[in-house]
């Protein structure tokens, strides 16, 4: 079975940093391509970046410079370290598992962030 946990939301100041993480259990860690996508209230869900096991990585225009992903495939985690959070930020992120062949994606549960003072 597979699971993608993730963990690390809450809520912060304005130009504060958050660090979330995503453990996954049921695949082949190395395999996939892992990212982190978000919605906002009321919008579509949209990706934040995404990384593969090699190290190459992705990000929207939106975070470049603010956010980094990282994984640990020993760990299989990955991370999203958030800094200089906007209000904008505030959504749900989600955790994603691409495979690098196949077609059956992944998601966690979602983790809450919400940037507000």
């Known amino acids: 079975q597979v699971q993608l946990v993730e963990s690390g939301g809450g809520l912060v100041q304005p130009g504060g940093s958050l660090r979330l993480s995503c453990a996954a259990t049921g695949i082949i860690f190395r395999l996939y391509r892992m990212g982190w996508y978000r919605q906002p209230p009321g919008k579509q869900r949209e990706l934040v970046a995404w990384?593969?096991?090699?190290?190459?990585?992705n990000y929207a225009d939106s975070v470049k410079g603010r956010f980094t992903i990282s994984r640990d495939n020993a760990k299989n985690t990955v991370y999203l370290q958030m800094n200089s959070l906007k209000p904008e930020d505030t959504a749900v992120y989600y955790c994603?598992?691409?495979?690098?062949?196949?077609?059956?994606?992944?998601w966690g549960q979602g983790t809450q962030v919400t940037v507000s003072s």
């Open positions: 990384i593969v096991s090699g190290g190459s990585t």
């Open positions: 994603n598992a691409e495979p690098l062949i196949g077609s059956t994606y992944y």
